[in-house]
């Protein structure tokens, strides 16, 4: 099993979606959990897997739009769900943890702070970031999405970052020092 969950305001990786694509079609069982299907580049999979004779599983709080394609539905919490499944199938589930990549990029009169998943694609979890020591003054950033991008006069040893999170799993506040010239080095 891998998380390819999209959560709102994340863009699903390219490679995983077109993945997607290409495996639903020899799919014999679809499990969708969480979900209110109503993405219409995302739906027709799962509905495709069901007209091709295989297995589809709806997991949500609420009814779906294509709960009369499932052969079985169950209105519950994912977590306890499948929490109860793997202990039917005697296996363990592995402790989860948390990992956050920060992409820290030069361009020359700026650097560009970015938030990537375990797989380099973009993932947007900064909520906010305040540097000091890439200018004379402090820059504080609010995120809009995407990457936070900061000018600066290319001479700077080091900065130091405090990052805020969005709070979607209550996150405390980072702070750590970076070494610019490191960061000049890798481009």
């Known amino acids: 099993m891998r998380d390819t969950i999209i959560n709102f305001g994340e863009n699903c990786d390219e490679n995983v979606f077109d993945l ?3 495996s639903h079609f020899n799919a014999d069982l679809c499990l969708a959990m969480g979900s209110s299907m109503r993405l219409g580049h995302v739906t027709p999979m799962p509905i495709g897997v069901a007209q091709r004779g295989g297995n589809l599983v709806i997991i949500n709080l609420q009814k779906t739009p294509i709960d009369k394609h499932a052969n079985m539905i ?6 306890e769900v499948m ?11 592995p402790k989860w943890q948390m990992t956050r990549k920060l992409r820290i990029t030069d361009n020359k009169n700026e650097v560009v702070f970015a938030g990537v998943d375990t797989n380099g694609a973009p993932y947007d979890f900064i909520k906010g970031i305040s540097v000091t020591g890439l200018n004379k003054q402090a820059s504080a ?10 000018k600066y006069d290319g001479k700077a040893k080091s900065a130091h970052l405090k990052i805020s999170f969005y709070g979607k799993r209550q996150e405390k506040d980072i702070q750590f020092k970076i070494d610019m010239e490191a ?5």
Do not use: E, S
């Open 83 to 93: 929490r109860l499944v793997m202990k039917k199938l005697n296996y363990q589930i």
């Open 183 to 187: 960061v000049r080095a890798t481009g």
């Open 20 to 22: 997607a694509q290409q």
């Open 141 to 150: 950033f609010t995120n809009k999405g995407g990457p936070v991008k900061v």
């Open 74 to 79: 169950i209105h519950g919490k994912c977590d």
